[in-house]
Nanobody, 115 residues
Framework: VQLQASGGGLVQAGGSLRLSCAAS????????MAWYRQAPGKQRELVASIASGDFTITNYADSVKGRFTISRDSSGNTVYLQMNSLKPEDTAVYYC????????WGQGTLVTVSS
């Protein structure tokens, strides 16, 4: 099982990044998926989720609502996170995984937002 997140980097506050997550198994295309993040010294937290059948069903943590957008490609096997108006507090390693019963975690992708 592989969940490969990419697209992270260093960006100034107010900037944007688009993260991508490619899943190696077809199962991920038919289950709800999510983006999580873990900031230094903090626990991993749920950032955004997207349903499997109806890709318009999404949910967001209050801290990113209105700034982040989660989406999936038509196959459902690639999940994206568009991040706008980034803040220093968004600095974290971002991971994608199943919303329910997460599988083994991939390496994630580091997002660093400078003030």
């Amino acid at each position: 099982v592989q969940l490969q997140a990419s697209g992270g980097g260093l960006v100034q506050a107010g900037g944007s990044l688009r993260l991508s997550c490619a899943a190696s198994e077809i199962i991920f295309s038919i289950i709800p998926m999510a983006w999580y993040r873990q900031a230094p010294g903090k626990q991993r937290e749920l950032v955004a989720s997207i349903a499997s059948g109806d890709f318009t069903i999404t949910n967001y943590a209050d801290s990113v609502k209105g700034r982040f957008t989660i989406s999936r490609d038509s196959s459902g096997n690639t999940v994206y996170l568009q991040m706008n108006s980034l803040k220093p507090e968004d600095t974290a390693v971002y991971y994608c995984n199943a919303l329910y019963s997460p599988r083994p975690w991939g390496q994630g992708t580091l997002v660093t937002v400078s003030s």
